[in-house]
């Protein structure tokens, strides 16, 4: 996965200029692992900064090297592949965050922070990961009692306020079914009357 900087401009840079940059901006990101800089610098770092978590997460020994000859330092390149990428290993993709933060004094420019996700001291804590949101989401439908069912297992005594709930919860499934009911006689005399 040769990283390519092919496309990339930046207003008042040169190519190698860019890429010289953008490789010291990842090495620092690594390191403290929340950097300041311009918005649009910030929104061209996202895309590589991401690119070596995912070198990360991978592991091989080439990826090690291709990493190794992005990164500036070897030691940024060990902590990416031993502190970095297991912290990301159930999360695919979105492993940063640019947060917009001032308007610089003198150019006007629009700073903003980049910073990497699930860390600690972190300005806004991060979406969980979509994988273990959908394992969640199965694990309670599978697990989802029926009300009787629950009822009969039950070994505690239920106060007053857990029963009037789940009377409640009768009740309104009990208005829904007789609803449906209804709904469906009507619609099928009509369908009689249209015969």
């Known amino acids: 996965m040769p990283l390519r900087f092919r496309g990339l401009k930046l207003s008042g840079k040169t190519g190698s200029h860019l890429k010289s940059m953008i490789r010291t901006q990842v ?4 390191e403290h692992e929340r950097i300041e800089t311009t918005l649009p610098k910030a929104k061209i770092l996202r895309r590589f900064a991401d690119k070596m978590v995912t070198l ?9 090297n291709v990493a190794a000859s992005f990164i500036r330092d070897y030691e940024m390149v060990d902590k990416l592949f031993e502190e970095l990428a297991p912290r990301y290993k159930d999360r695919y993709g979105g492993y940063t965050r640019v947060l917009r933060t001032r308007i610089r004094r003198g150019d006007g420019a629009q700073m903003a922070l980049i910073e990497y996700i699930d860390r600690p001291g972190e300005i806004r804590k991060p979406l969980p990961p979509r994988k273990t949101e959908l394992k969640k989401a199965k694990q309670q439908q599978e697990t989802v009692p029926v009300v009787e069912a629950k ?3 039950i070994d505690t005594e239920l106060t007053a306020e857990e029963l009037a709930e789940i009377e409640k919860y009768d009740l309104d499934s009990e208005r829904l079914a007789e609803q449906d009911e209804l709904d469906g006689n009507e619609a099928s005399i009509e369908d009689e009357k249209r015969k």
């Open 56 to 64: 990360g997460k991978k592991g091989t020994k080439w990826h090690y």
């Open 151 to 153: 009822l009969s297992t």
């Open 27 to 30: 090495t620092q990101l690594i």
